[in-house]
């Protein structure tokens, strides 16, 4: 299992600013994943994070938008730029065990609202 | 058609009853299949995760996987208030080598005493 440590919680932010979203596991992880989450909607994969190369980034999700930064196996960071209304969701840090991804650990997730 | 369906509620029953969730899929290609759990302003855990076909029983939970169906299901017998939360499917399965899962939308279970 992995527990993970996500920060803010949550954070009310006004349009046109930006929000850096924090994640740290407590060991050494190969792959992490950011996943947003809206209101009666599944969870949408924005991107994995490697450590030692750049996201790879799903369609739909830019790196402009949506930069990631994973400078170790336990940490990394995601963050929400130049944010409109359209950005308020739930965003999740979640880390796999096994070569197959069969079990996920997510982070308690951050809620952000845009004004 | 979206690659998971899985309708969203909400599902109400009362203390003690049988509950059944259940999810459909269009990849023939998933091998894995999951269930996590969602309590409100917390992040999904996972409660049981099947490889192919079959059943898999972990104390009140019960999964079912038909893959001739593309059908899935979670069954939780004597529901406990506890239970009430969103329960989320999720598959994956090769795709040029990776296993991202995909996920269903949710369905919000309350179990009321």
């Known amino acids: 299992s992995a527990v993970i440590s996500q920060k803010p919680s949550r954070d009310i932010c006004q349009r046109g600013t930006s929000l850096t979203i924090q994640c740290q596991v407590d060991s050494q992880v190969t792959m992490m994943f950011w996943y947003r989450q809206q209101p009666g909607q599944s969870l949408t994969l924005i991107a994995t994070a490697n450590q030692g190369s750049e996201a790879t980034y799903e369609s739909g999700f830019v790196i402009d938008k949506f930069p990631i930064s994973r400078p170790n196996l336990t940490f990394s960071t995601l963050t929400v730029s130049n944010m409109s209304p359209e950005d308020s969701s739930i965003y999740l840090c979640?880390?796999?065990?096994?070569?197959?991804?069969?079990?996920?650990?997510f982070g308690s997730g951050t809620q952000l609202s845009v004004l | 058609q979206k690659e998971v369906e899985q309708d969203p509620g909400p599902l109400s029953v009362p203390e003690g009853a049988i509950v059944s969730l259940n999810c459909t899929y269009s990849n023939s290609a998933f091998q894995y299949f999951m269930w996590y759990r969602q309590y409100s302003r917390k992040g999904p855990e996972l409660l049981m995760y099947?490889?192919?076909?079959g059943n898999k029983e972990d104390g009140r939970f019960t999964a079912q996987v038909d893959k001739s169906s593309k059908y899935i299901s979670l069954f939780i017998r004597d529901s406990q208030p506890s239970d009430s939360a969103t329960y989320l499917c999720a598959m994956s399965g090769a795709s040029g080598g990776s296993y991202i899962p995909t996920f269903g939308r949710g369905t919000s279970l309350i179990v009321h005493p």
């Open positions: 979640s880390v796999a065990t096994g070569s197959t991804n069969e079990k996920l650990f």
């Open positions: 099947t490889y192919s076909s």
